[in-house]
């Protein structure tokens, strides 16, 4: 997304403001009713809610590591690319050779706030998967008297799966960090 | 060496937006011919220089090396800028590479050389410019002077057929200057490198250049050999130019 809004392709950069704005700016539990609701509703699907949660989460996410990698790609001088393009690279190699890895060494801090944002984020997919869970743990005990505690419990893994990769990714984020300062 | 076109500009023009930087430039250089640039600020040197690899696209006229065209931006621009080396007045080294590693990138990644030999190759030429015993460090440990003259030796490792050089000395502390123009006057002399030099250093020009090109408002004014052009311009921007540097 951030090479899409520095590419000098206009379509790209359309593509990529696009996205970035659109999921930057909606509030993450509108996404995430309409995505695990709404999806369903309209015939695609069902997902699972946990798949659901997933997806709305990475796309919000990504929106924002976006806008902190462009904003990183922006500190790296333009010279660095000059020269890159002056020795005959390519607009690929340029990027992942020479500015990709100077802009990661600014935005690793930025990173890690966002992935500590994530984690809290993940909770709103909580409430809505107890909202919901309540909703079809009680359609299920209704028709078929299935017990809901299995069904909860499932619940509380999925929401653990969900956060504590995240949790690694912040301590290898801030470890990053710790070796640059 | 025969005087073989090797960069030839067409009725070059360039705008940025309104502003019309480059007028109708029409300069051949020749293989193995060193050429100086002056000027004023803003008169589009760095323009030229930006524009003869292609770093800024031409609106108007051509522009060649070695008989070929230069290419929209892609692929086949990226290979050909290969072949013509720049050096710039901010150095431009990469940060996060050694002075090794910023040397023989471009042989790795665009000429396909492997890796061994592309270390060979770079340690030759860092000893060329006197450098070689700092291979191991990271541009930001470096000198202004030892900085460019790595800039240099990173550009000679893709084997160019010429050299641009944008202000390579103004950036630099008086005592760094000379090095760096040594290892330039050595390239010029005893390379038979060619080369366009944006500089105001006159001494250099008067013993490497053939000939001086000034320019002034995106246009060139008067073409020389340094003897003619510093002790007796033709054009009266010139001679004013000349008694504005000469004062300080
Ligand atoms: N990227 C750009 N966008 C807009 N205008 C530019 C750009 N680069 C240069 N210019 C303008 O083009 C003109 C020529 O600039 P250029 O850098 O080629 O001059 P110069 O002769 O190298 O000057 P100096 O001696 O100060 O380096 C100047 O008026 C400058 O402001
Ligand atoms: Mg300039």
């Known amino acids: 997304m951030a090479a899409c809004r520095v590419s000098p392709v206009p379509p790209l950069q359309w593509f990529g403001a696009t996205y970035v704005e659109l999921f930057r ?22 997902y699972s809610f946990f798949a659901s949660a997933i997806v709305v989460l990475s796309i919000y996410t990504s929106a924002f ?6 904003a990183g790609i922006n500190t790296v001088a333009a010279g660095q690319a000059e020269a890159a393009r002056a020795i005959g690279l390519t607009f690929p190699q ?11 060494r600014t935005v690793v801090g930025p990173i890690g706030n966002l992935f500590i944002a994530l984690i809290k984020n993940s909770s709103i ?25 299995p069904v909860f419990l499932g619940a509380a893994v999925a929401y653990l799966i969900l956060t504590l990769p ?11 960090v710790s070796i640059k300062r | 060496m025969a005087d073989e076109a090797l960069v030839v500009l067409q009725g070059v023009n360039k705008w940025f937006g309104d502003l019309h930087v480059l007028r109708d430039i029409d300069l051949t250089i020749d293989r193995g011919e060193v050429v100086v640039v002056i000027g004023p600020s803003g008169s589009g040197k760095s323009t030229l220089c930006r524009v003869i690899n292609r770093l800024e696209p031409i609106q108007k006229g051509t522009i060649t090396i070695d008989g070929v065209a230069l290419p929209e931006e892609g692929k086949e621009l990226a290979r050909l800028r290969a072949d013509v080396g720049m050096v710039f007045q901010s150095f431009n080294l990469f940060a996060h590479k050694t002075v090794l590693q910023n040397v023989t990138l471009g042989p790795i990644k665009v000429r396909k050389t492997s ?17 070689a015993d700092k291979a191991k460090r990271y541009p930001a440990e470096l000198s202004g002077g030892q900085q460019q003259r790595v800039a240099i030796a990173r550009a000679l490792a893709m084997d160019p057929k010429v050299m641009l050089f944008d202000e390579p000395t103004s950036a630099l502390d008086p005592e760094m200057i000379k090095e760096v123009l040594d290892v330039m006057l050595d390239l010029a002399q005893d390379a038979g ?6 500089t105001h250093e006159m001494g250099f020009a008067r013993s490497a250049a053939r000939r001086v090109v000034f320019m002034d408002q995106g246009a060139i004014v008067e073409i020389a050999s340094p ?7 033709e054009s009266e921007r010139a001679q004013d130019f000349l008694s504005k540097i000469l004062a300080h």
């Open chain 2, 115 to 131: 890796k061994a030999q592309a270390a060979d190759q770079a340690m030759t030429l860092l000893e060329r410019v006197g450098i």
């Open chain 2, 227 to 233: 003897e003619q052009f510093f002790s007796n311009p």
């Open chain 1, 166 to 176: 995240s949790g690694f990714l912040v301590g290898y984020v801030e470890r990053k």
């Open chain 1, 94 to 104: 340029t990027l992942g050779i020479v500015v990709f890895p100077q802009a990661l």
């Open chain 1, 65 to 70: 590591l976006a806008e902190t990698f462009r």
């Open chain 2, 193 to 198: 490198m060619t080369m366009v030099v944006v």
């Open chain 1, 125 to 149: 997919a909580s409430v809505i998967s107890v909202l919901e869970l309540s909703k079809r743990s009680n359609l299920l005990i209704d028709q078929q008297g299935v017990s809901p505690i």
């Open chain 1, 25 to 46: 700016n909606a509030p993450l539990s509108v996404l995430m009713l309409l995505f695990v609701f709404g999806l369903t509703k309209a015939g695609v699907g069902p």
